[in-house]
C-alpha cells in the first residue's frame, strides 16, 4: 500500500469515516478529527511508518510538520521516511 | 442536617455483573475466586482471584471509548449506570448543577501502567499511545462518570488503600447530609488483576494460594478480587418527593487513623473508628445486628478486628453477626468497601445474612459469630460496615433499614 493510502486509512479510521471520503485537499477539521484526535493520528502514523513527527500539540502550526491539509501531511511523511 | 438513603445500587465482581445476580451468589455462598488469566500469570507465585469473566470492553465500548477507559473506569461506568437507572434520577438543572461523584480506588489504571511499562521496558518501544494519562488517572473514572451522566457539583477520587470506597462514601454521605448536595453517585472500583498487580502484592507475603478464610483458624492470607460497586446517596426528602425506591438510610460514619504502623493494623484505631460511627449515627451498640467484616483472611487483620468488635460491643459482641464477603469475591481492594455495603443492604433490606464461607475452624482469637458457610435469614434493623486500610487508615459507615 502506498503512502498516501496507508493516511487515508489512517485519517478515516480516526473520523470514523471510510477511506475514499478522504481527499488530498481535505483538513482535519472539515474531517471532524478534533485536538485530540490529531494526536492520536500522529502516534498512529509514526506507529505505521516507524518514523517521530516532530509535532507539539501545543504549537501544531510552529511544528515542523505541516498539517494544514492532507496532501501537506503526506509529503511531510515522505520526507521522513526517506531520510530513514 | 438532612437525612440520606440509598437510592440505587450497581455492581460487577466476579459474583456477578450486576447486584440481582451479586446478591443471589452471596445468599448461596457461591465462591467467585478461581485461577487467574492473564499473560505471564505461570511466572507469578499466586495464580488464584476473584477474577471478572466474560466482561470484555470490545461490544460494550466502542474503539474511542476503550482507548480512554482502563478496565477500572469500564467497571465503574457499568455499576454507575446500573445505579443510577434503578434510582430513576435524570441529572439536569440545579439537581446536576449541585450533584457530583466521589469513588474510591488505590491503583487506579494499574493494567494501563503494567502494559506500556511493558512496552517500552520490555519490547523497547519508544512510544506509547497519546492517551496513557487519562486513562490511568486514579480520577479517570470518576470525570467520566461525571460526564456520561451529566454531574456537575463537587466530584474527586479518594485513595486510602483497602479503605478507598468507604472513605469516599463516608465522603458523600457527609456532603448530602449536610445539604452541599442533593444526591452524590459514590461507591468505588480496583482492577489489579494483571501480572504487575499480583506481583507487588506477592511481594508482601500475605497472600493465600488457595483460599481466602477469613477468622478460620487454617486461615493462610488474603486473595486479591476487581470489580466495582457503585451507589446513590440521595437527600431522603427529595428521594420521598419523587417516589424513589429506597434501598437503605445511611446514618453514620467514622473515620481514625492508627498513627502506628504502615501495615500493621491497630485494634484501637479500629474500635475507636466502629465506635464513632455508631456515635455519629446516635445509635447504641445493642442496635447493631449485623457488620461487614474488613475479614481479609491475613492472621493479622482478623484477629485485630474481632479484639476490636469484643472491645467495643461488650457482651453484644457475642449475640451480632460479623461475616466476610472477601471469601467469596475476593479482597476489591480500594473498591472492597463498595461491593461489601451490598451485603449490609441485602442484610437490612432481604433479611439475608451473607455467609463468611471457606470457614473450616474455629479460631479462639476469633470468637465471633461469623455466619459460617451458610447466609442465614435474620432481621437486621442496623449494621455497620468495616474497612481497615493499609496505612492506618479507618473508615466504617453505619446504615438502618427503612
Redesign the interface.
Known sequence: MSIQSKVFSILAEQAFLEPFDVTLESTLDELGIDS?GV??C??AI??EFDI?IPFNANEPQRSDFDISNVASMISGIEALVSKN | MKRVVVTGAGTINSLGHSVPATLVAMREGKCGIGDLEFRDVDRLSIKIGGQVRGFEAEGRFNRQQISLYDRFTQFTLTAAKEAIDQSGLEFGGELAAKSGVVLGTAGGGVSTWDDNYRSVYEDGKNRVHPFVVPKLMNNAAASHVSMQHNLKGPSFTVSTACASSNHAMAQAFQMVRTGLAPAMVTGGSESMLCFGGVKAWEGLRVMSKDACRPFSANRNGMVQGEGAGIFVFEEYEHAHGRGADILCEVIGFAMSSDAADIVMPSKHGAARAIFGAMKDAGINPEEVGYINAHGTGTAANDKTECAAVADVFGQHADKLMMSSTKSMHGHLIGGTGAVELLSCIMALRDGVIAPTIGYQEPDPECAIDVVPNEARDAKVEVALSNAFAFGGLNAVLALRSV
Open positions: 485530540m494526536v492520536e500522529i502516534f509514526e506507529e517521530t
